[in-house]
């Protein structure tokens, strides 16, 4: 990272500590929407005159501003902190198989959509492209208030690389040029992760595990992703690449996956798995098939015994990984909790029957993830926003607006 390179260590030390209690404070606001100054004084710890303070501190920065709160009972009035209106920014990125979302947020984590498109390319060069031109646009409009840019992928990504984008078959693709139209000097990172690593951090921190210190945190789209989040901290890996649960050889070993490998869960848990079982083609679109099916009311044992093996295959593989990570609660993304809800006894049975006996007596519970469609922008927000947050980062953003 390269914070006020003009400054000498100690400088730049002592300009980090200073901000050390603000970063507390956005920190506790993060986590709970809508808090009162004197809530928050609470938390931290620290008395009125001192957050009264803080907050005078922060206003001026342009980073927390105040609103009266509603008249509670005979207390003292107090406020309610939020994002300053001329305060930092972040951009959330969510890129999928057909289509690619922008949101903006500001240091209260909501994602607010300014900019989406569909897309066919055959290629993946155009549409990098016509995402960084809507990333460089929206920079240019924001200059002065965008810090951070974080991208969710549908496909594996290590390092800066997307090593597969198993939908579209495309491997081996430099994602740093999606930051290709914004200066250096501007000194925004592009942070890069998994669509379901990211919406699995956002259950964490703010959906169905939140307050949880151990979380699998499962989506079904096109197979089978999640994240380990541990104290609020997806386990990454070496490269980035860690979570990677439809590639366990939890499926059928008579059939080749994608990826490379045999015997993959991901073949056995989503819309493909259903079509197959049905005796269908497999589906152009896996998570439109399941939404399809599950609309179906009245449906043919055929259709049935298609959900039941699904969800089979899907609760068997979380009982292993119950076994494996000890979590305190699992949560299912995407299409999982519908094919779960279509087939609620098959998915229990296969759940319990996967656990070792000692953990039947109190399987940590499988909760339907709260966040839908938006896990991974939520997530890229979250990612983002600990970046610009730090005591660092809120050190910088004052740095530079005094430029
Ligand atoms: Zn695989």
Known sequence: MRYFPAMAHDQRQAANMRWLGAAQLVEVVRSEPGITRAAAAQRLGIGSGGATELVARMRQALLLDETPAPAQGRGRPTTVLGPHARGPLVLAADLRATDWRLALAGIDGVPKVVTQADYAAEQLGPVLGQLADAIGRIYRRNAKRLRAIAVAVAGTVSDAKLVQF???????????????????????????????????????????????????????????????????????GAHGAAGEYGHIPFGDQALDCPCGSRGCWDLTVDGRALARHRGDAPPEDPVAYVHDLNAHAGRDGATRRAFEAVATSLGRGVGGLVNLHDPEVVTLGGVASLLRANAAKAFDDAYREGLMAFRKDAPPPVRDAQHGEDGPLHGAVARALDHITSAAGLADWVERQRV
Not at 208 to 233: D, F, K, M, P, Y
């Open 166 to 236: 198993t939908s579209r078959g495309w491997n081996d693709v430099d994602l740093s040029v999606l930051a290709a139209k914004i200066p250096d000097r501007a000194g925004i990172p592009l942070l890069l992760g998994n669509d379901a690593t990211l919406a699995g951090l956002a259950e964490a921190r703010s959906g169905a595990a939140r307050s949880a210190a151990t979380a699998l945190c499962l989506i079904v789209a096109q197979g089978i992703g999640g994240a380990l989040i541990v104290n609020g901290e997806p386990l990454n």
